[in-house]
């Protein structure tokens, strides 16, 4: 009997699950329904990269910037909205190939948030799948290593009074020994082989060594080897109900200026793992067109920014005693308060181009036109010394990038509009407080870090603040929500096992589905919640234990 019920199956559709997007959450999703029998198929918008395939340094934007439609094919998407500018990855592994590796559990606010303390003990539940997590992405619990970054960012905690909160960062890195090859050893050899980290800063163009742990190097390799199918350079546009039941998805090669390629697959059900920047983006449009007629008009509701700032100090020259860029991207923390946390951030040598977005820092307690005054005047004053700050000139060797992030209430809502004939999406001001266009607890936080900089090396150090912030928009790495967990379809888009409101064989597994902001880097929460939503699925062919949502 069961035979035949999985030879009129494979019959009726062409996978049992589709999966749109291969980041945290589609990758964890892939190996585990794939462990569990069923046939996957998985779309990814950008490349596959090899190690030897990513950057040298950033200013190599073809391999470095995602714009498909110019001919750069890179693992960092740039998206900007009114409220706010986003930085995304791109790539057969999502934003693990750009991001910092960095692996924080978030505190108690947030597994309390009120959009979702209700439907479960979410701290508890999730522990198991948090240490999963930990587990398949290697994460190093204290970062090894000690240089003048980790003693400047101890030193301006203690100098902001908050000693005690500063902390070695856990890191997703094989250290090994530097640049010695070495066989699989996380997964009993069953992983790729990997390479000891040369602590060369530039994790987040892409790690060139084999040292980072992408989920290239763990959940991705391993689902293939079990039979998931990965394509890379296609693009879903439509996912759209069947009459029949499951949906149909269709696919196109990604930047595409004609011969498309398009190509319809039928799934039984369908995972949307895109990025909260590419599900939200299909959400809306399948709800307007009639695709997914019966998405939660809450789509788009409780977007978050993780209330992120990205501030920083910058000397005038590089100082000749302090390897700055020497280490992985993020080595360290502290909270300024109970409810902001502050990492610093690095790239490794050369690669100087994000340092096109630091600006002189100004106030931001009033409007855009009097943020610009105080630039200018603050530039006139010592234009030598604001020109030896802003040039690009080994940036990364003279600056420190404070990431600041809180567990704040406030949120954006999305919704799509029409600009010059085309369908896009907007942002309004959302639940809780207004999304905050810049953090004066990120100010404080970069002045120390610059007056610890300067203290140390004896070089002339500044803070720094970012372009975008001067216009009232913030930068963001971690933009997430939109297509929350909630108890009903009137407060979010999917229930507590990521099945869409309206469409049970539909589901949202990424950072999309996050309710509130972590306040930390969200990756292993979003792992952790894709290790639960998956321990929940029944094997193929089993009745599911789940009740109908």
């Known amino acids: 009997m069961r035979k035949t019920e999985a030879a009129g199956r494979e019959a009726e559709f062409d996978e049992d699950v589709v999966i749109v997007g291969s980041g945290f959450g589609g990758s964890v999703a892939a190996l585990r329904l794939v462990e569990k029998g069923y046939r996957v198929r998985v779309y990814e918008a950008g490349r596959r990269f090899e190690d030897a395939d990513f950057a040298r340094t950033n200013w190599n934007v073809r391999r470095y910037l995602w714009a498909p439609g110019i001919g750069c094919y890179g693992i960092q998407r740039i998206h900007r909205l009114p409220h706010v500018m986003i930085l995304a990855g791109a790539g057969v592994g999502g934003g693990s190939l750009n991001y910092a590796n960095t692996l924080y559990q978030p505190g108690a606010a947030f597994f309390t948030d009120p959009q979702w303390r209700e439907i479960a003990d979410w701290e508890s539940e999730l522990a198991p799948h948090y240490a999963t997590a930990k587990r398949m992405l290697g994460v190093v619990e204290t970062y090894p290593h000690t240089g003048p970054v980790e003693r400047i960012m101890a030193g301006a905690a203690e100098d902001l009074g908050v000693g005690d909160t500063f902390r070695r960062a856990p890191v997703g890195v094989w250290f090994g020994r530097p640049g010695e090859r070495v066989a699989d050893p996380f997964f009993g050899g ?24 992408t989920l290239m190097k763990n959940y991705l390799p391993l689902a293939e080897r079990r039979g998931a199918v990965i394509e890379a350079l296609r693009t879903v546009t439509e996912v759209r ?4 039941g499951g949906f149909a998805v269709t696919t196109q090669r990604s930047g595409a200026w004609i011969r ?3 190509h319809t697959v039928h799934a039984r059900q369908v995972v949307l793992a895109a990025g909260t920047w590419g599900t939200q983006q299909l959400l809306h449009r399948m709800r307007r067109d009639g695709a997914l007629p019966r998405v939660s008009s809450a789509i788009g509701r409780l977007t978050r920014t993780n209330s992120e700032a990205l501030d920083g100090a910058v000397a005038t020259r590089v100082p000749a005693s302090l390897e700055l860029a020497r ?10 308060d109970e409810r902001t946390h502050v990492e610093n951030v690095r790239y490794g040598p050369g690669s100087n181009l994000m340092g096109a977005l630091a600006s002189i820092l100004v106030p931001g307690d009033s409007g855009i036109a009097v943020r610009l005054l105080r630039l200018v005047a603050r530039a006139v004053r010592a234009p030598v010394r604001q020109l030896r700050l802003g040039s690009l000139r080994r940036w990364s060797e003279r600056g420190i990038i404070a990431l600041v992030m809180q567990t704040e209430d406030n949120s954006l809502t ?10 896009v999406m907007t942002s309004a001001q959302g639940h809780g407080g207004p ?9 404080r936080a970069a002045e120390a870090i610059a007056a610890r900089m300067q203290q140390e090396s004896g070089v002339p150090a500044e803070a720094r603040g970012s372009w975008p912030e001067v216009f009232g928009i913030p930068l963001t790495a971690h933009f997430l929500g939109g ?7 009137d407060t979010g888009v999917v229930d507590r096992y990521h099945r869409v409101w309206g469409h049970p064989g539909l589901h949202v597994v990424d950072g999309a589905a996050v309710p509130a902001n972590p306040g930390v880097n969200p990756s292993l929460t979003i792992t952790a919640l894709a290790e639960r939503a998956m321990s929940y699925w029944p094997r193929s062919g089993e009745v599911d234990p789940r009740p109908a949502p």
């Open 190 to 213: 069953e992983g790729p082989e990997r390479t000891g980290c040369t602590l060369c800063g530039n994790c987040m163009v892409g790690c060139r060594v084999g040292a980072k742990n």
């Open 241 to 244: 109900e069947l009459p029949e």
């Open 260 to 262: 498309h390629g398009r």
């Open 327 to 336: 280490g992985v991207a993020i080595t360290t923390s502290f909270h300024v």
């Open 414 to 423: 999305l919704s799509l509009r029409r600009r010059w004939g085309r369908t």
């Open 435 to 443: 999304n905050p266009s810049h953090l004066p607890q990120a100010h």
């Open 483 to 489: 297509a929350v967990i909630s108890d009903s379809p």
